[in-house]
């Protein structure tokens, strides 16, 4: 009896999981509809954003593609930048250091890094980040926003790091200590031990840490917010070759962050879209995620052969 | 015995020290006498007034018992949120658009209760006083003046040297009241901004960074030589910001004080008080100034209300047009001025309960 209402609850829990998320993408598909119907394609490629439009008349320029820019090129850029940080910080605690002071005190950092609330790397961002950059761009003739796409890859680097690093590093560990040794007996060298031993085994589940890295950086809102300038177009520089090197430096905006600063102040058709803006992001996360897992499957079999 | 003396002669002495630590505030002889209501009402709507109400209705529940609970969610919540009534009222920045009053399916009121003003701060070295037109600030904020040295900008600011560096605009991320009344003022005086850009809570904007709320305009103003960007009046004064004076229709430059956003209001304003006061005709007036709105239905009969629940309503209005201006300009916001205040009464008595008067 006792285990039959046990097994009952699970069950219950496991449903009201499922209904719970059946709900939410409903309600979402439901609000987003209206935009759907209004803006048809033009919310997919369109690279204006005027929400004053949908007060005015009947042509809407609500586009996604400057926030489609602008998260994609934040959260590969914040990868890009994080990479040797976290790798050299799970090899550091992973293979170099496995015990001591020093090494509760960096494990223990890393995690405290994954902790902080992300309004406060948004602070710190715009109070620290931002005045370097901008003597930065001082210096090589950048209009000085100092906010921008730059900042803000910046600072998601940093937050990204805790997450691939504790992955990498538990990684790490996996690589069977009898491999390393064969090496070693061989006259391999550390370096040659990580290289040649520890990259080919472990790749898989390096790149399912930087795969959890980048989910992170795709959705977070508060710290990008803070510093990515907010611009909500192209930048100018993308469309000519000369400039195209200050794109980086260029303020633009996300996702995220749209949904979170418009919300607030819209209604109709706008905060349809901004609702439709929401249902993109999952999808493109979605698929980014799904790009990823095939790329693990590919290399965890060639990694293990 | 003695010690029940002593006791009641200690409780005597806490209950005067007491009353003594109980600072003597306004309107609270009355309450001694009127017997205090016991209700609650529910608000939602704009920001930009929050400080202010909070203040007014703490005292008003003071005096008279009613609590009201505002939150502070945007304007367009408020409307949304009295649309759907839930709420008693909603405060608003901006008047309801044709479409939402449609969907409210009754009369809506817009009663003023203060006003509130829009400047314009910058960052420049030593930050010296400066003067702006309609059409300078159009231009700039377009795109179409981007150094501060350029002659649109001395012309009108001589005696001051303005540096061979680019403007950096700063505009609101978020969707704000702060700027719609800033468009407002743009689509009035420029055709350009008109054509290009136009009047909303949320624009497209064609240059310059965004930043969320007014710290994090004043923020990026701050930190960023040769930045202007605009923020709301009571925010300015209150973090000793530096502001601009803007021309006003009459031809004067018009520093953003309390009193020059006060007098903004005076000139012949509709019955229904549903007017956009920027670009005034006051001759003292700061020209990026409006109302904020507390928006109810003119018939309180709805829903499960009851007479004594609207009337006590209206009440409240009335003392916040009335006793309750004087909180204003401890707060930086502008009163309303005493023309205006006549028409504001005519307003609150259209409120009615299924027709009966309750005022």
Redesign the interface.
Known sequence: MNDRIFRAMLYASGAIIFVLIAGIFLTLFISALPSVKALGHSFLFGT??????V??GENI?LGAVPFLFGTISTSFLSLLISIPFAFSTALLLGEYMKKGFFFAFLKSSVELLSGIPSVIYGFWG?SVV??IV?AFEIKTGI??????IMTASLVLAIMIIPYSASIIREVLHLVPTELKEAAYSLGATRYEVIKNVIFPYARSGISAGLLLALGRALGETMAV??VI?????LPASLTSLHEIHKTIFS?G?TMSSIIA????????I?LSALIQMGLLLILVTTIINFIGRIYIKKTDKSGKD | MKKKIILALSFAFLALLFACSQKPQQGVQDSSLVELIEMDFLGAGATFPFPLYSKMFDEYSRIRGPKVNYNAIGSGGGISQLIEKTVDFGGTDAPMKEEELSKAGAEIIHVPICLGAVVLSYNLPDNPPLNLTAEVIAQIFLGEITKWNDPKITEINAGISLPNTEIIVVHRSDGSGTTYIFSDYMTKVSRDWAQKVGTGKSLEWPVGIGANGNPGVAGQISSTPGAIGYTELIYALSNSMPVASVRNKAGKFIVPTIESVSASADVNLPKDMIVSLTDTEAEDGYPISGFTWIILYRDQNYGERDEKRAKELVNLLWWMTHEGQVYCEELHYAPIPQKAVEQVEDLIKLVNFGGKELI
């Open positions: 204006r954003w005027n929400p004053q439009s007060w005015e320029t715009f931002v005045p901008r209009p000085p926003y100092g906010v921008g917010t803070m300038g907010n611009l909500n177009s303020p905006n600063l418009e919300f607030n102040e819209s209604s109709g706008h």
